[in-house]
């Protein structure tokens, strides 16, 4: 399934959705797509395997409980003839095929019901039917039974749907159709304006955040990003975000992302500091706000078309998640919500954290990004020592591209990223595998071949001392104060002492050794339980 803007308008007849909350207690949607005009010799309808944002094939049909196919209100035979296609039976008429679809999923990349709360990607819930992708889409939501104070935030343009109700939405096509995820149950709701385009919040979960607040740090947030790229790309956007005990997630999409946050990360009423949990949450939605430009609209020319039925190969992600995570913060202080010491303080934590993964000296920054698919979402207790974060270590490649671009005083990654989205944001455009360092090359005037070789193709410590010494940025390191010690500013009260060189896990458990470490060097391994250390019992401190 290959998905992609045509090129002119197309008379395709709509492709018709509803969806139903059909049984919230079983955590069942129940899902339909009507073809008016059904091919002649028997419709296919096909599910995408992997969502956009999100680099790791994820199986959604594994969710489809049952389909089934009508025509004129008589059944159809319809076949699964691949692991993510189906083939209905030849018929005149229009043909309706109608799956029961398992959503319970909290993560921001599949589909999740209960009787408290819906939400879904259209990756996860919406067969695309072969040869109509191109063709626009009617979708019906429905509510569930019982719920009147239900609302509904999304994207999808309306269409006899009231603003925030359930009912009838539409989309351009089908690539449209599955970028603009769906949040529904009682939601805690705020608006504000950038750009002269308003933007909307949409918190479900229990909290007792501070929406004003977080309307106007936001506010702030996207005012910046707008004003450097030079406009909004949309007319609309929206904040989703779901508010849990614990936990941690974005993805962006083309007018909206869905964030997952603590409950304790929502800024508190009356609280006038940002807290370390509360910043947490603002470079989380900096960084999905910065990707409406940087990878849905900028985006690899491996992208362009998405082909959804397969992983699609690129080496670039280091630039589009990592420049993206360099921004994040960094949009954060230029904005004015942190100053210049909170932001290096930032800074330390990164390269604290990346400094201490082996992978970094062993896997460069563009075969992670190449190997994504089968490396960065499935870590194991060796990932450490293998593998290094195209997000994290891309971050700093982008700070030190940055650097390099100052140096003679003409150019910066600023001018990168607008000569990017000049070029390259068109939708059908895709940035070549070598058209960053090309354009790098460019605008400084020099040949940067051998920064990109050493720290990008390969795995050379990133000069950041030196780099950073000439823009008048001391860095030193210093020993670890303690297992939660994520770098920066020594932790209050904590004696400085040497790193074990693992990850402890529950029970006392090693999850990962680090090659060459302390533990490593004493013969332990992943899956080693600590009992004691110089005969008292070990804890995780």
Request: glycine letters at 8%.
């Amino acid at each position: 399934m290959s998905t992609s803007r045509p090129p002119a308008a197309t008379s395709l007849p709509a492709s018709r959705y509803r969806i139903v909350p059909l049984d919230p207690h079983a955590h069942l949607f129940e899902v339909s797509v009507t073809v008016d005009q059904p091919a002649a010799t028997g419709q296919a309808f096909t599910l995408p395997t992997w969502i956009p944002g999100s680099y790791l094939v994820r199986e959604f049909a594994r969710h489809f409980v049952a389909v089934r196919a009508e025509c004129n209100g008589n059944p159809v035979a319809i076949a699964k003839t691949r692991k993510d296609t189906w083939q209905a039976a030849a018929c005149e008429g229009p043909l309706t095929v109608t799956a029961e679809v398992y959503a319970f999923d909290l993560s921001v990349r599949t589909a999740y019901l209960d009787t408290n709360r819906g939400y879904f990607n259209g990756t996860a819930v919406f067969l695309c039917p072969a040869g109509r992708e191109h063709a626009p889409c009617i979708v019906d939501i429905v509510p569930p039974a019982g719920t009147a104070d239900w609302q509904v935030a999304t994207t999808l343009p309306l269409d006899s749907a009231a603003q925030n109700g359930f009912g009838t939405y539409r989309a351009a096509d089908y690539d449209a159709l599955i970028d603009h995820p769906v949040e529904m149950g009682v939601l805690a709701t705020a608006t504000f304006a950038a750009g002269g385009v308003p933007h909307d919040i949409a918190i479900a979960g229990r909290h007792d955040g501070d929406l004003p607040r977080l309307a106007r740090d936001f506010a702030r947030i996207c005012q910046w990003q707008i004003d450097f790229f030079g406009g909004a790309p949309f007319s609309r956007y929206l904040f989703q975000i779901l508010a849990l005990p614990d936990g941690y997630g974005g993805l962006e999409h083309r007018n909206s992302t869905s964030l997952i946050c603590r409950r304790d990360e929502l800024p508190r009423v009356g609280e006038t500091v940002i807290s370390d949990n509360y910043l947490n949450l603002l470079g989380l939605a900096s960084h999905e706000y910065f990707h409406v430009w940087n990878v849905k609209r900028i985006k690899p020319a491996a992208f362009v078309p998405y082909d959804l039925t397969q992983e699609n190969y690129t080496r670039q992600l280091w630039a589009f998640e990592g420049i993206t995570s360099y921004y994040d913060d960094l949009a954060l202080l230029r904005c004015g919500l942190i100053d210049a010491p909170r932001y290096l303080e930032q800074l330390a934590r990164t390269i604290t954290h990346v400094q201490r993964g082996p992978g970094r000296l062993t896997q460069s920054v563009a075969d992670s990004s190449f190997d994504a698919w089968i490396k960065f979402y499935r870590s194991d207790e060796n990932t450490p020592n293998a593998v290094v974060s195209y997000y994290a270590k891309g971050s700093l490649v982008a700070c030190l591209l940055d650097l390099e671009l100052r140096r003679d005083g003409t150019t910066s990654l600023d001018a990168l990223m607008r000569a990017l989205w000049q070029r390259f944001g068109l939708p059908g455009m895709g940035v070549p595998e070598n058209g960053i360092r090309k354009l790098a090359s460019e605008l400084a005037g020099r040949d940067l071949s051998g920064f990109f070789a050493r720290y990008v193709d390969g795995v050379d410590e990133l000069p950041l001392p030196d780099m950073l010494a000439e823009v008048g940025v001391d860095m030193a390191l210093r020993p670890a104060a303690g297992a939660k010690d994520r770098g920066g500013k020594p932790a209050a009260g904590l004696p400085d002492r040497c790193t074990l060189g693992a990850r402890i896990g529950s029970d006392q458990k090693l999850a990962n050794v680090y090659r060459d470490g302390p533990a490593a060097r004493a013969g332990l391994s992943a899956g080693d339980v600590l009992v004691a250390i110089d005969g008292m019992k070990a804890t995780s401190d």
